[in-house]
């Protein structure tokens, strides 16, 4: 299938590293350009290169998602050197599995408000897009009630809910606003390799609730976003698309 996204322009938030380097990766070999941020500014820099490696233009720079005009800066530059913006892909998390109240501020700040400021400074240029499509990242654990209070899951809920109720919105703006939320996925240096090593048995308890018999990879996970990104989906807006090789015993709707 062709997902006409050659020539189209992308923001993704996060692109550094597992779900988010994927997403931006594979945006460019779909033939985006694609600017991304993250706060290592190293890491953006060695993305960057990769990206014009598949012959496209990219660029990027260290961002922190909760400084409101250094996001609107980013968001208004990379539009500037791109030429406009058609997608935007919210993905930087603060993955906090605490239920203190820094771990509620951090998630609120990060993954709630984060998505919140990068829509708001887009939303300006995805209006004139004929193909404005934003995505969000939530997580299979906003759609359970599992592992107790948790302020991931009560952000990760919210970030669904804020797309929902976006998607409404936008509509007569002709954005569309969907979800993708992943399951457990497995890649070196993230969450669940970090599990692996520090707390083997309760990785071993997590992998077992896979019916597939293994976690997802990032670039599963990337497929999906990229799919409700592009303009074959373009009748698809208010999902919320569940990646979790059927993990949730939930009837998905």
């Given at each position: 299938?062709?997902?006409?996204?050659?020539?189209?322009?992308?923001?993704?938030?996060?692109?550094?590293?597992?779900?988010?380097?994927?997403?931006?990766?594979?945006?460019?070999?779909?033939?985006?350009?694609?600017?991304?941020?993250?706060?290592?500014?190293?890491?953006?820099?060695?993305?960057?290169?990769?990206?014009?490696a598949k012959g496209v233009k990219a660029t990027g720079r260290a961002v922190d998602v909760t400084d409101t005009d250094a996001t609107a800066?980013?968001?208004?530059?990379?539009?500037?050197?791109?030429?406009?913006?058609?997608?935007?892909?919210?993905?930087?998390?603060?993955?906090?599995?605490?239920?203190?109240?820094?771990?509620?501020?951090?998630?609120?700040?990060?993954?709630?408000?984060?998505?919140?400021?990068?829509?708001?400074?887009?939303?300006?240029?995805?209006?004139?897009?004929?193909?404005?499509?934003?995505?969000?990242?939530?997580?299979?654990?906003?759609?359970?009630?599992?592992?107790?209070?948790?302020?991931?899951?009560?952000?990760?809920?919210?970030?669904?809910?804020?797309?929902?109720?976006?998607?409404?919105?936008?509509?007569?703006?002709?954005?569309?606003?969907?979800?993708?939320?992943?399951?457990?996925?497995?890649?070196?240096?993230?969450?669940?390799?970090?599990?692996?090593?520090?707390?083997?048995?309760?990785?071993?308890?997590?992998?077992?609730?896979?019916?597939?018999?293994?976690m997802a990879t990032p670039q599963e996970v990337a497929n999906a976003v990229v799919f409700l990104a592009s303009p074959a989906a373009s009748?698809?807006?208010?999902?919320?698309?569940?990646?979790?090789?059927?993990?949730?015993?939930?009837?998905?709707?």
């Amino acid at each position: 299938m062709d997902l006409d996204l050659k020539g189209k322009k992308a923001i993704v938030t996060g692109g550094t590293r597992g779900i988010g380097r994927a997403i931006a990766e594979t945006l460019a070999a779909e033939g985006c350009d694609v600017a991304t941020c993250a706060r290592d500014g190293a890491a953006v820099d060695a993305v960057v290169k990769s990206l014009v490696a598949k012959g496209v233009k990219a660029t990027g720079r260290a961002v922190d998602v909760t400084d409101t005009d250094a996001t609107a800066k980013w968001v208004n530059d990379a539009a500037a050197e791109l030429g406009g913006i058609d997608i935007v892909v919210a993905n930087v998390s603060a993955l906090a599995g605490g239920a203190d109240e820094d771990a509620w501020r951090r998630m609120l700040e990060v993954d709630m408000l984060g998505t919140v400021r990068v829509a708001e400074a887009a939303l300006p240029f995805l209006e004139k897009s004929d193909a404005g499509s934003f995505v969000s990242i939530s997580s299979t654990a906003a759609l359970e009630s599992s592992q107790g209070i948790r302020a991931y899951t009560g952000m990760k809920a919210a970030v669904i809910a804020y797309m929902a109720n976006a998607s409404n919105a936008w509509a007569e703006k002709g954005i569309r606003a969907n979800t993708v939320s992943p399951g457990n996925v497995f890649f070196e240096g993230g969450v669940w390799d970090i599990r692996k090593k520090e707390s083997p048995d309760l990785f071993q308890t997590s992998l077992e609730r896979n019916p597939l018999g293994r976690m997802a990879t990032p670039q599963e996970v990337a497929n999906a976003v990229v799919f409700l990104a592009s303009p074959a989906a373009s009748f698809i807006t208010g999902a919320n698309l569940v990646v979790d090789g059927a993990m949730t015993r939930r009837i998905q709707y």
